[in-house]
C-alpha cells in the first residue's frame, strides 16, 4: 500500500499502563524480568546480543554525523507539566538516567517515563490517534446510554478526559500504574493507580466499554489480561484496543537495513524478548488470538501505517507525519532509555548519539518510514454472563 494515498482505515501509535488502588494477593505470577531498584544516575548493564542483525551500540559513534541540505528546521521545546498529588509511596518514583518511572508497584513495568518532557510527547501521540480516526476518540460502536467505561492504561489521562467530556453522563475511570494526571478534570471522570497485569479488583459484568491502547512491552501474558477485561465487561459490552508496532519499515526500501531507523525496532524487538514482554504483539496477531480464546465476538479488525514525516503526498497524511515526527524526535531519549540501558546494556552517552542518527534520518524527505498499527474491536457475547463471573 502507497502511503502516498490514505490507509483504508485509520488509528494511531504507542503506550502506558494501568489499575485501582486495592490490595492485591501476593499468589501474583512474577515477571519474567525484574529490574532492580536503581539509584540516580544508575543503569544496570547487560549481556551484549549476539543478534547479528542488531549493530552494536559502539556503532553509532563510529558513524559520521552528516547534516544534509533535506533536514527539516527544528521543532520547539516541550511546555509540558503534570502529575496527581497521591500518596508519598506512589510519589517515590524510580530514576534512570535522569528519567523517572512509576514506583515499584505489583508486577508492573513500564519503559516509559513519566516525566513532563515524555507526558507531552504521549499526548502529541493522542492527536495523531485522533487524526487518524478523522477526529474519533474511538470507533466501538457505542451508544448515548453507556454508562460505566474503564480506560486502561490511561496514561496522561487525556483519552479519558475527552470520553468524560463526550459522555458526560457516564463514570470513566482511568487507571495506570503511575500517578501523572492532571487534578482538574470533568466530575464524571476518576483515576485510580494499579498494576493491571496482575488478577482485578473490579466487580465482574460491570462496564459498558474498556478501551487500551499502547501497552507493547508491558505486558507479560496478553491472554490473561484479555481475560480479565472480558470478566469486567457486561454482556454485550465492547473492547477497543489498538497496538503498535514497534518497528520503523518502508515500502519503497528507503528505510536501510542498517540505518537508525531500521534498527530502532529490531533492538525494541530483542529487548522484549529479554524483558519477557514481547514488542511483536502486532506481528504476532497477538489481540485476535487473545480475543478470540477469552471468548470475544471480533467486531472489526483495521490495520494502519502510520507515517513519520511529512512525506505522503495526501495532505492530511501529510499533517499525521508531522505530529508523529514531533513526538518521537523532542523525547527520543525518553522512548529508548530504559529498556536500552537496564536491558540492552547502552550507556546513556551511547543512546545520545543514536538519538543524534535518529533524528538526522527523520528529518529526510526522502526517507518514507511509517509504523503498522493494529485495532481491534470486541463484543462480549450476551449470554456470556455465567462464562466468567
Same mark, same amino acid.
Given at each position: ?8 482505515? =485509520?488509528? &494511531? *501509535? ?5 489499575? %485501582? /488502588? !486495592? ?6 505470577? +512474577? #515477571? =519474567?524480568? &525484574? *529490574? ?5 544516575? %544508575? /543503569? !544496570? ?6 543478534? +547479528? #542483525?542488531?549493530?552494536? *551500540? ?332
Amino acid at each position: 500500500m502507497d502511503m502516498s494515498d490514505p490507509p483504508a482505515k =485509520t488509528a &494511531s *501509535a504507542v503506550p502506558a499502563e494501568a489499575g %485501582t /488502588a !486495592a490490595e492485591r494477593s501476593t499468589a501474583a505470577q +512474577p #515477571a =519474567t524480568f &525484574s *529490574a532492580p531498584a536503581v539509584s540516580p544516575e %544508575t /543503569a !544496570a548493564p547487560a549481556p551484549v546480543t549476539t543478534n +547479528p #542483525a542488531i549493530l552494536p *551500540a559502539s556503532h553509532w559513534a563510529q558513524v559520521p554525523h552528516l547534516e544534509t541540505d533535506d533536514d527539516d528546521s527544528a521543532y520547539g521545546d516541550d511546555n509540558a507539566s503534570s502529575t496527581a498529588s497521591l500518596t508519598a509511596s506512589i510519589l517515590e518514583y524510580r530514576t534512570v538516567n535522569g528519567r523517572t518511572y512509576h514506583s515499584e508497584r505489583g508486577n508492573a513495568q513500564s519503559w516509559n517515563p513519566n516525566d513532563a518532557l515524555h507526558d507531552e510527547s504521549m499526548d502529541i501521540l493522542h492527536h495523531v490517534s485522533t487524526l487518524m480516526q478523522d477526529g474519533r476518540i474511538y470507533l466501538a460502536p457505542l451508544g448515548d446510554d453507556v454508562q460505566k467505561v474503564l480506560d486502561v492504561a490511561c496514561g496522561t489521562g487525556t483519552w479519558a478526559i475527552d470520553f468524560a467530556d463526550l459522555f458526560p453522563s457516564a463514570e470513566v475511570i482511568g487507571v495506570d500504574i503511575s500517578p501523572q494526571q492532571p487534578q482538574w478534570i470533568p466530575p464524571n471522570l476518576k483515576f485510580e493507580v494499579d498494576d493491571v497485569t496482575q488478577p482485578w479488583t473490579y466487580a465482574p459484568n460491570s462496564f459498558d466499554y474498556i478501551h487500551l491502547r499502547w501497552l507493547t512491552g508491558s505486558v507479560p501474558d496478553w491472554y490473561a489480561l484479555y481475560r480479565e477485561v472480558f470478566k469486567a465487561l457486561k454482556p454485550g459490552g465492547y473492547f477497543e484496543h489498538k497496538e503498535s508496532s514497534c518497528l520503523l519499515v518502508s515500502d519503497d526500501g528507503t528505510v536501510a537495513e542498517g540505518s537508525a531507523i531500521d534498527q530502532w525496532g529490531k533492538v525494541f524487538t530483542e529487548a522484549g524478548k529479554k524483558f519477557g514482554r514481547t514488542f511483536s504483539v502486532v506481528e504476532e496477531g497477538l489481540q485476535r488470538k487473545a480475543m478470540e480464546a477469552a471468548g470475544f465476538e471480533i467486531i472489526e479488525e483495521v490495520d494502519m501505517k502510520t507515517p513519520l514525516g511529512p512525506w505522503p503526498a495526501d495532505e492530511a497524511q501529510k499533517q499525521i507525519g508531522l505530529y508523529n515526527r514531533l513526538a518521537i524526535e523532542q523525547d527520543v531519549e525518553g522512548f529508548l532509555m530504559y529498556m536500552w540501558t537496564m536491558v540492552m546494556g547502552w550507556t546513556k552517552e551511547e543512546i545520545q548519539i543514536y538519538a543524534a542518527h535518529l533524528r538526522r534520518e527523520l528529518r529526510s524527505p526522502n526517507i518514507h518510514a511509517y509504523y503498522p498499527q493494529k485495532l481491534m474491536i470486541g463484543r462480549k457475547p450476551e449470554d456470556a454472563l455465567s462464562m466468567h463471573s
